[in-house]
T-cell receptor
Framework: AQSVAQPEDQVNVAEGNPLTVKCTYS??????LFWYVQYPNRGLQFLLK??????LVKGSYGFEAEFNKSQTSFHLKKPSALVSDSALYFC?????????????FGTGTRLKVLA | DAGVIQSPRHEVTEMGQEVTLRCKPI?????LFWYRQTMMRGLELLIY????????DSGMPEDRFSAKMPNASFSTLKIQPSEPRDSAVYFC???????????????FGDGTRLSIL
């Protein structure tokens, strides 16, 4: 069965420093991978996705993610964190071989950027 | 683009009452999803529709929950009777199914915060 894990409940980083939010996945086939962000009292917003091709995917607000097939990881990164990046981040996976249109979401990682 | 619109944003009601949550998807989107978010269980998919037809309702917790999509621009999630454990934030999301269904992102509404007393 497909699954996704976000091993950190919270990540703290100083403003201006690089940030990484970790995600690992397990699927039976080739994965479709997504990152979403949730601000307080708002719905999830799509940041970026990996389907195929380059392992480094660029998305909204300066975020990027690196797909690593051997480590089954899809970590979210940003070179220089902003206080406004503080939010809840979700990784999601859909198995290309799954045959069903369902996302499996991780439990979320709360990012706190300190001024 | 107005985005996915949910109403009400907040609902407080007493146990046993009927609750109806509403969703208007983005125009042109042919997939609609209902999720529930709690601290304990995270984000759970309840049901999703394609072209107004329910495709998978395996996430609906029990018979007290029902969802309908009478047309392409409106869906409801109903709880009857409601219980305190139903308290959560309920999200509606929509997406395109084409050109490639698998890689389409979902667009979420801002949710309905439901509190059952």
């Amino acid at each position: 069965a497909q699954s996704v894990a976000q091993p950190e409940d919270q990540v703290n980083v100083a403003e201006g420093n690089p940030l990484t939010v970790k995600c690992t996945y397990s699927v039976s086939g080739n994965p479709y991978l997504f990152w979403y962000v949730q601000y307080p009292n708002r719905g999830l917003q799509f940041l970026l996705k990996y389907i195929t091709g380059d392992n480094l995917v660029k998305g909204s607000y300066g975020f990027e993610a690196e797909f690593n097939k051997s480590q089954t990881s899809f970590h979210l990164k940003k070179p220089s964190a902003l206080v406004s990046d503080s939010a809840l981040y979700f990784c999601a996976v859909r198995d290309r071989a799954g045959g069903t249109y369902k996302y499996i979401f991780g439990t979320g990682t709360r990012l706190k950027v300190l001024a | 683009d107005a985005g996915v619109i949910q109403s009400p944003r907040h609902e407080v009601t007493e146990m046993g009452q009927e609750v109806t949550l509403r969703c208007k998807p983005i125009s042109g989107h042919d997939y609609l999803f209902w999720y529930r978010q709690t601290m304990m269980r995270g984000l759970e998919l309840l049901i999703y529709f394609n072209n107004n037809v329910p495709i998978d309702d395996s996430g609906m917790p029990e018979d007290r929950f029902s969802a309908k999509m009478p047309n392409a621009s409106f869906s409801t999630l109903k709880i009857q009777p409601s219980e305190p454990r139903d308290s959560a934030v309920y999200f509606c999301a929509s997406s395109l199914g084409q050109p490639k269904l698998l890689n389409q992102p979902q667009h979420f509404g801002d949710g309905t915060r439901l509190s059952i007393l």
